[in-house]
């Protein structure tokens, strides 16, 4: 088997999750959430973090690895409170935004805190869409519309599978971060994008 060459730039996704016992127990996470970070040490990539109601043992296992993680890295799908928020911000860490971070009156008083320097969006697909019933729902008039859906069997491209969330909806997130923020959406998303390239690189040089 011939191989190909890749490029990884991020060592996760990684982190602690208490909204999931059922998954796996709190031991458990924690015992393997504090090797891999001695793994992610000596790997030396920017951490891709999960992170879900588990903020105080969270924090307790990552900080004292900090310096030894110079290219810190991003808390994904955050949900947790404008404290926590800080928190990690002041840690050196950048905050995800997706659909499921926008969901309650809360949320989006985290997120209109989230400093733009601190800042990047995602969509997360298939997972956390942004729904009708979500505290962003409001916010999203005005914004870009999604492509039509399809069912899976009945796929044709250019069409988004019906009830799956994709990443053409990462504009979407973009203007509703923006109008909670109250700054243009070119801010965000122009932000959001430098942090990402500070971040991980992909292949691309960070202008300005």
């Known amino acids: 088997m011939e191989e190909k060459e890749g490029v990884v730039v991020a060592f996760g996704e990684i982190g602690l999750d208490y909204d ?19 793994l ?18 969270f924090e307790r296992l990552l900080k004292p690895r900090l310096e030894r993680l110079p290219k810190r890295g991003l808390v ?33 008083e985290v997120v209109k ?20 019933s979500h505290a962003s729902a409001r916010w999203k008039v005005g914004g870009p519309e999604l492509v039509g859906s399809v069912k899976k069997e009945k796929w044709e491209r250019g069409k988004m599978v019906k009830g799956r969330n994709e990443s053409c909806a990462i ?8 109008r909670v923020k109250g700054v243009e ?17 992909l292949g691309e040089i960070e202008n300005g």
């Open 76 to 108: 994904h799908s955050f949900t947790g409170t404008k404290t926590e928020m800080e928190s990690l911000v002041e840690m050196g860490l950048d905050i995800g935004i997706n659909g499921c971070s926008l969901k309650t009156e809360e949320n989006l």
């Open 185 to 201: 959406v070119k801010e965000v998303a122009e932000a959001a994008w430098r942090n990402s390239i500070r971040m991980f690189g």
């Open 171 to 178: 504009g979407q997130v973009a203007w509703v971060v923006a």
């Open 40 to 57: 992610a040490v000596k790997v030396q990539l920017p951490l891709f973090l999960h992170m879900r109601a588990a903020a105080e043992d």
């Open 20 to 38: 999931r016992l059922y998954l796996a127990e709190k031991e458990v996470q924690l015992k393997y959430f504090e090797a891999q970070l001695d």
């Open 113 to 132: 805190a989230v400093p733009l320097e601190r800042l990047q969006i995602e969509t997360d697909g298939p997972w956390c869409e942004m729904r009708p």
